[in-house]
Every structure is written in structure tokens, then in C-alpha cells.
């Protein structure tokens, strides 16, 4: 089976990598946009940095907006253990990825170990902030969880109107169910808001913790935050550890410098500023449409050259061809995955060093 192509041509692995380190060594601003695991990451990192690239993750705009409420503002967070042993009241906050449902089932199934339980109800209080169309993951026994809304306002718009109303003020237009909600806070030992970056806007954000941070005035409250993609939550911790910044890094000077608007890899390349992009994922890369000549290296699991990709070099997945450390929001951490259907496609880490190895240590950055 081939699994490496310059342009269309089937070529050995190692050539396609020494070519793909040759169109590296000769771009002025390369960038790369990853979305792979904890090894695949530290390897991408690696070569940007001798090669001075820019890189995000592949679904940057989301990754970014997480990273941002701890970058911008901070935030009060808690484990999922915690959550778990503590919540006596649960708030999710918009729509959670599907990735989160079966944890949302499992806090629904479950009650606290470490609060005790709300007077006269041996469950946790389950709400759900969103508009008159959000759905709430389901949950166990025919349940269902207390919708908050604002009439056809946003989330954020209905969380600004949420706090007002825990502060006692004024509102255009009252949050429906309020008088349970703000009951069921009065009696709580420890409520939990849950919330992801994929369907919250980052003002919306920053007005939950700003809640949050009012409900802790007089107790305590705190978040959890469910990643929108565990993947680029791992890469932005990965990134963090290694540099001092999370993704949208980039080494044009030679040194990492965080700059999430010039270093918005999608951004750089809509305006033609790059002239050659690194994509790695485990998925097909869909090719954009070409506005300039810039060359595309695709690391893609994939069985034929990827369309328009001057190299293409076949990777297995991560946990599914071959063993992985990955970020769980199971546990907040990294964990290892064996392989649950290893083949002989290398990791993304691997193709990575090779390219590496061809890349001149002595060649010039990039201006």
C-alpha cells in the first residue's frame, strides 16, 4: 500500500519527507495547523521552531476562545472529579459537544459523595442556560433539565440577564424559571457550571465567570470547562508547557511569540500571507481554494495523494493505528490509549522527526 506521493507520483516515505524538508527549508513564512495528539504536537512544535513557523490547531477559532478566557481573564475552575463528588447543582451552559453527553448522563445518574444530597431530594438539581430552542444532553429516568432562556436574546445576552437578576437588578425581560434557579443556588453546597468554547462566544464566556465570581461572594460556586475538541485542548496545554504560550505561536524571529491575531494560521492563509501550509490530521484534508501558490504538505490518513498537495504522507490515527498520550476531560489530564486497531500507517510524530531530520539545523529563519 502506498502511503507517501509528491504531487500525484507514489514515491518511499523518505524521499516524500526529504522533499517535504526541502519546500520547508525554502519558505519565507510557513505555517502549520495541527490536529493530532500530546507526541504528535511536541514533534510539530519541534520543526516550527527550527524552521520558523507559525501554528494553530485545525479548528483554531474555537481553541482560541477557550485559551483566551484563561489568557484574558482567568477563570474559576474545577476538576471533573470534583465535580463529580461536589456539584449538588449542575448549570450547562449552552450546547456541549456530544463528546460530553455520556458525562453529563453519568452527573445525572449520580449524586454527591462529599455534599450532602438538597433537602428532601437525593438527586442534583440540573439546569441548562441556552435559548427556547437548546437542547440539553439527555438524561437518565425521563429527566430534564431546568431550561433557563431570555426570550430570543443570546447566550451571553441571557447570562448578562442572569447575573442581574442573582444581583437583585432590574431586567428588560425576566429569565424564565429564575425563582428555581436562584432557590436551588440559596440551598446548594457546591454548583457547577459546565461549559465549552464550540457554541459560546467569548463575551459570553467571560459574563459566566463573571457569575460565577459574584456567586462566591457569599459561597461557593465554580466552572468546569469541557474542551471543544480534547485534541487542541491537549495541543494548546502541550504548546503552553513548551514555549510559555498556548497555539497561535509562531517563530518568525526566531523566538515563540503568541499573538492570537497574526498568528491565526486560517487568517494568514485567506490573506495570502503563507506560502506553504502544514496540515496534520488523522481526517482527510479538505484543500482550500487556492488564492495564491502556496504549497500544501498533508499528513493525513489517507489511501491517494491529497488533492493539490504538492507532498502527501500517509499517518495512522492516534489511539486507533498505534498507542497515544491524549488530553481526557474525563479526568482533566493527559492519559494514555493503546491501539484499538493497530497497522503499520506511522504516528504523526514520526513522519514529523523525519521531515526534521532532512531540515538543515543551519538554515536561515524565515524573516
Known amino acids: 500500500m502506498a502511503v507517501a506521493w509528491i504531487g500525484n507520483r507514489e514515491t518511499l516515505v523518505e524521499r516524500a519527507a526529504a522533499h517535504a524538508a526541502a519546500l520547508l527549508g525554502s519558505s519565507r513564512c510557513p505555517v502549520f495547523s495541527l490536529d493530532t495528539d500530546i507526541h504528535g504536537t511536541r514533534a510539530a512544535i519541534a520543526l516550527a521552531e527550527r524552521v520558523g513557523a507559525a501554528y494553530d490547531h485545525a479548528d483554531g477559532a474555537v481553541v482560541a476562545r477557550e485559551a483566551a478566557l484563561f489568557t484574558d481573564k482567568g477563570a474559576m475552575t474545577v476538576a471533573p472529579g470534583e465535580t463529580r463528588r461536589r456539584a449538588d447543582v449542575v448549570v450547562i451552559v449552552g450546547e456541549l459537544p456530544k463528546i460530553h453527553h455520556q458525562f453529563v448522563g453519568e452527573l445525572a445518574e449520580t449524586v454527591p459523595d462529599l455534599s450532602p444530597p438538597l433537602s428532601g431530594r437525593n438527586r442534583r438539581e440540573i439546569f441548562v442556560v441556552g435559548s427556547n430552542e437548546t437542547t440539553a444532553p439527555p438524561l437518565s429516568n425521563g429527566r430534564t433539565a431546568t431550561l433557563l432562556f431570555c426570550g430570543e436574546a443570546s447566550l451571553g445576552a441571557t447570562l448578562a440577564a442572569l447575573r442581574a437578576q442573582w444581583r437583585g437588578r432590574q431586567t428588560s425581560q425576566p429569565v424564565s424559571n429564575f425563582d428555581d434557579f436562584a432557590k436551588a443556588l440559596e440551598a446548594a453546597h457546591f454548583p457547577v457550571f459546565l461549559f465549552s468554547g464550540g457554541a459560546t462566544e467569548g463575551l459570553a464566556l467571560e459574563m459566566l465567570h463573571g457569575l460565577i465570581t459574584d456567586?462566591?461572594?457569599?459561597?461557593?460556586?465554580?466552572?468546569?470547562?469541557?474542551?471543544?475538541?480534547?485534541?487542541?485542548?491537549?495541543?494548546?496545554?502541550?504548546?503552553?508547557?513548551?514555549?510559555?504560550?498556548?497555539?497561535?505561536?509562531?517563530?518568525?524571529?526566531?523566538?515563540?511569540?503568541?499573538?492570537?491575531?497574526?498568528?491565526?494560521?486560517?487568517?494568514?492563509?485567506?490573506?495570502?500571507?503563507?506560502?506553504?501550509?502544514?496540515?496534520?490530521?488523522?481526517?482527510?484534508?479538505?484543500?482550500?481554494?487556492?488564492?495564491?501558490?502556496?504549497?500544501?504538505?498533508?499528513?493525513?490518513?489517507?489511501?491517494?495523494?491529497?488533492?493539490?498537495?504538492?507532498?502527501?504522507?500517509?499517518?495512522?490515527?492516534?489511539?486507533?493505528?498505534?498507542?497515544?498520550?491524549?488530553?481526557?476531560?474525563?479526568?482533566g489530564s493527559l492519559r494514555s490509549v493503546d491501539a484499538r486497531a493497530a497497522s503499520e500507517l506511522p504516528s504523526a510524530a514520526t513522519v514529523i522527526r523525519l521531515v526534521a531530520s532532512h531540515v538543515s539545523a543551519e538554515a536561515a529563519l524565515p524573516c
Not at 456567586?215 to 487542541?232: C, F, I, T, V, W
Not at 502544514?278 to 491517494?304: D, E, W
Open 215 to 331: 456567586l462566591n461572594r457569599k459561597s461557593r460556586a465554580s466552572g468546569l470547562h469541557l474542551p471543544a475538541s480534547e485534541d487542541g485542548w491537549g495541543s494548546a496545554l502541550a504548546s503552553t508547557w513548551m514555549t510559555g504560550f498556548p497555539l497561535r505561536t509562531g517563530f518568525a524571529r526566531g523566538l515563540p511569540e503568541f499573538d492570537p491575531w497574526r498568528y491565526d494560521v486560517a487568517r494568514m492563509i485567506a490573506a495570502g500571507e503563507a506560502d506553504l501550509h502544514l496540515r496534520i490530521s488523522s481526517s482527510i484534508v479538505q484543500p482550500q481554494k487556492k488564492r495564491n501558490r502556496m504549497a500544501l504538505i498533508a499528513l493525513a490518513k489517507t489511501q491517494q495523494p491529497v488533492a493539490g498537495a504538492a507532498v502527501t504522507i500517509a499517518i495512522g490515527e492516534a489511539g486507533v493505528d498505534h498507542q497515544a498520550v491524549v488530553y481526557s476531560s474525563r479526568t
